[in-house]
């Protein structure tokens, strides 16, 4: 959106072609000007400035819906909102299951479970929709290389046995299961990036990222001047696109966190005061 | 009128043309008349109608400008101040402790900044004040709508019919206490779905989309008047990555927040803000604070900041231009946003327990 050329925002083609000579191409280059520089670089009056903005402003900005259209909209299809877990109580409490549409942050400590939750929700998202589940692929994003191929099919086996009753069923779903093993926190950006093409090619129904927390502790060191910066900035700008799809896509992502302890008042706090690794912008 | 031609808002090119003709003040232009303009400074006759067109527009705006109402040179005494305060509504949060500490609750044409670690419960609040605005003003409410602008996707429309139904069955048990003819009569329209179909919602991306909404947020207002409360639910995140230059965040944010000032008060709402909280790295030790920056301080009237202790939840008016510094814990329930209930609470009918939440002014009603 940020990123329109000016000539589709409806300017005329000599306004844009003398703001192009002043480097100024996008509907983003546009609004980040003052007024004055504005009037100088378009030549026009105060009020004509204003109805140019105006204007542009109408093409990047975001189309208003009450409250109420958006109820009616998912009411339309309710069943789609959530990805049931199969666990009773969780899924009580998270009032149906991972919702749909938004990131979903699982974090505990090491061996509680995360990489198992996440192997069991991607079979649950092969499922159809009459078992509950997401009747689509998943995009498995691998940073700790802890997916086990073997222990997928046991518990699909296992967990649903009517369903998977023969060889076939087991290798299609795991055929429907795409691993990308990102080792680098760099490459798991360009992966997060590169996701909307192939979320529509393959139709995936379920992203997740098993763990965020590891690369980021391999490769950024809070202590050390200037990291803290970019780390949030890499998570920020992750965490956004991951959010966009979500929402695009109406589909669950899920995010694995380790924790470490919380130093407070300079004591080093045990077990029962622990808090997520990560940089609280992420958690938003 | 002296006033120098500099100041004219003609294009550039016009009035660097006017400066070189050795034209002064605005007056020496009336004097030449059009004719005369168009001749000295080379330019059509038409265009030097326009210009003086444009130039008396100006001398009597000034004149007109100093009695209008709108604009930024407002000028009233203390005493006309006063009275529009006291008359003004304030939009509840249905949490009385925190109500007290606002002086009433959220006040009407200024800003207000709810800061926070995530999960403390910033974005509950903005849906419960979105719910609040529209309580009808025979329940002390100021009967307004709202517009939420989300830049985090974190508006999330079953909780707010829960909280709408909620607000909806407090004001029923209302009604049904005090048996008046105009309480009944507002509760025809007020449901669920009229709270929810006065709601506008704005999903913005990114800093440009949200720069380009509040930029058509005037017209916007213009269109819908009853509009009594904007939110901008995280005005942090666009901004806090992605931002090589930081001095051009610095002022894209100045120029919003003075933006959203202009619309508070020529629009008579609300605008509530919410900020993340960001870790500052001391010599010794780092603290939680708001984040964006110390001038974005400078935006705020009025600043609240969230936090946790242990597992209560606390708010904390950092900062008033009324009221005193203090700290009061609140509650999340499934009905919203609400004070902490003492301990000894006696299981009658829902009645009788709604008497801690009511706000004092209400209870001048009976």
Known sequence: MAAKKLRRAGLSQELCERLSRHQITTCQDFLCLSFLELMKVTGQSYYDVQKLLCKVSRACAPKMQTAYEMKLRKSVSPSSAFLSTTLHSLDKVLHGGVPCGSLTEITGPPGCGKTQFCIMTSVLATLPVSMGGLDGAVIYIDTESAFSAERLIEIAGNRFPTYFDSEEKLLCMTRSIHLYQ???????????????????????KLVIID?????????????????????????????????????????????????????????????DRVSPADDLSLSE | MQRDVGSVPLAPALRARLVSGGFQTVQELLETGPC????????????????????????????????????????????????????QGFIITFCSALDNILGGGVQLTKITEVCGAPGVGKTQLCMQLAVDVQIPECFGGVAGEAVFIDTEGSFIVDRVVDIAAACVQ????????????????????????????????????DYIELLAQVYLLPDFLLEHSKVRLVVVDGIAFPFRHDFEDLSLRTR??????????????DHKSAVVLTNQMTTRIGQSQSTLVPALGESWGHAATVRLIF????????????????????????????????????????????????????????????
């Open chain 2, 170 to 205: 407090h004001c029923h048990l209302i009604a049904e206490a005090h048996q008046e003819e105009d309480h009944l009569k507002a509760l025809e329209t007020f449901s669920v779905e009229s709270i929810l179909s006065h709601i506008y919602y704005f999903r913005c991306r």
């Open chain 1, 182 to 204: 990102e080792l680098t926190c760099g490459s798991v950006l360009k992966r997060i990036m590169s996701l909307e093409e192939e979320i529509i090619s393959k139709k995936v």
């Open chain 2, 307 to 366: 936090h946790w202790d242990n597992s209560q939840r606390l708010a904390t008016l950092y900062k008033s231009p009324s009221q005193k510094e203090s700290t009061v814990p609140y509650h999340i329930t499934s009905h919203g946003f609400r004070d902490v209930q003492p301990p000894a609470v006696t299981q009658h009918a829902e009645g009788a327990e709604m008497n801690p939440r009511k706000r004092p002014r209400r209870e001048e009603e009976k």
């Open chain 2, 252 to 265: 894209l944010l100045n120029g919003l927040a003075q933006q959203l000032i202009i619309i508070a008060n």
């Open chain 2, 36 to 87: 005369g303009l168009s001749k000295e400074i080379g330019i059509s006759k038409e265009e030097a109608l326009e210009v003086l067109q444009v130039v008396r527009q100006e001398c009597h705006g000034d004149a007109e400008r100093a009695a209008a109402r709108s604009g930024a040179s407002r000028k009233c005494t203390a005493l006309e101040l006063l009275e529009e305060e006291q008359a």
């Open chain 1, 211 to 271: 763990s965020i927390a590891s690369v980021v502790r391999k490769e950024f060191d809070t202590k050390l001047q200037g990291n803290l910066i970019e780390r949030s900035n890499f998570l920020a700008r992750g965490a956004s696109v991951l959010k966009y799809l979500a929402e695009e896509f109406s589909m669950p992502v899920i995010l694995t966190n380790q924790i470490t302890t919380s130093l407070s008042n300079g004591l080093a706090i045990q077990a």
